[in-house]
């Protein structure tokens, strides 16, 4: 059966659905979007993912298409129709349509779109086995803090990290690693302590990220937000990275160098159980 999707401000089948072409998201790449994961048919940290949007939004002068419990519930809509269990639902929001000019008009209404993608999230290959990274320059414009949808940079990275035999790629900056592709990357140094990028302009503010730092403070895990370079990242205990798709996954390789033996670390592990916890009590 076909998917059910949301654009044009109502519930219609995928195959339905219709975005003009003169819309900005589509000709200058003038939007932003938010993935928030779903198990067990209810989803994780959503709350984050919200105010981010909103966040990201505000920074492009992009007014919020509806008020945010309206779209939860258009969230949640979504997930009942298409029965998802375990997976995704992606929000897109574009500064809306108009003739293609740069200068944009100040009262544009935004397009607003949303669907889900049923995944295996929590029994994959990085789940059970860890990844290995490609490491390359980093290709994005400087507000990598606004979620929006110019993933350019990021496709060819996957891309080519997979012809080479990478499973994903992380960003270098200067001697010093940004984050993943896709993900906010860490460290776990042989004294155990995971190290991080902090939030900055450099790096998305991670929702799964924001979520996990909560989790160690409460378990007393020892956590510093600081850059890390090339030579901390290949010579640490462990290493493994967070997003909504990939939750908390190790990573067992980093360029030519593999770490803990090449298999996840013990406290990737634990990690991945507390946040597993955080999940199963967001379930009940």
């Not at 995704?88 to 003739?99: A, C, F, H």
């Not at 320059?137 to 035999?165: F, S």
Request: hydrophobic share 40%; net charge negative.
């Amino acid at each position: 059966m076909a998917r059910v999707v949301y654009c044009g401000g109502e519930f219609v089948s995928e195959h339905e659905a219709r975005i003009s072409m003169f819309d900005r998201g589509f000709l200058f790449g003038d939007a932003v979007y938010e993935v928030t994961a779903v198990i067990g048919g209810r989803m994780v940290d959503n709350d984050l993912h919200l105010a981010r949007l909103e966040r990201s939004l505000s920074e492009l002068a992009i007014p919020m298409p509806l008020p945010r419990a309206e779209i939860e519930a258009i969230q949640h809509a979504l997930i009942e129709k298409n029965q998802l269990m375990e997976g995704t639902v992606y929000l897109q929001v574009s500064r809306g349509e108009e003739d293609r000019e740069f200068v944009y008009s100040a009262d544009l209404k935004p397009t607003f779109i949303a669907f889900t993608q049923a995944k295996n999230l929590l029994n994959n290959k990085g789940q059970t086995a860890g990844l290995a990274v490609n490491l390359v320059e980093d290709p994005r414009w400087n507000r990598r803090d606004i979620k929006t949808i110019m993933l350019l940079g990021q496709v060819m990275a996957k891309r080519d990290a997979k012809a080479a035999g990478f499973d994903d790629t992380w960003f270098v900056e200067d001697g010093t690693i940004t984050e993943g592709a896709s993900s906010t990357a860490y460290i776990v140094t042989n004294d155990k302590r995971i190290i991080t990028r902090a939030n900055s302009k450099a790096i998305l503010p991670g929702c799964t990220r924001a979520a996990l730092l909560r989790l160690c403070s409460t378990h007393g895990v020892a956590l510093e937000e600081r850059a890390f370079t090339i030579a901390e990242a290949q010579g640490a205990a462990e290493a493994f990275q967070t997003s909504a798709t990939s939750l908390v996954t190790p990573i067992v390789r980093i360029g030519d160098v593999s770490l803990n033996g090449g298999v996840p670390g013990p406290l990737t592990r634990q990690l991945q159980a507390y946040y597993l916890e955080h999940v199963n009590m967001l379930q009940s």
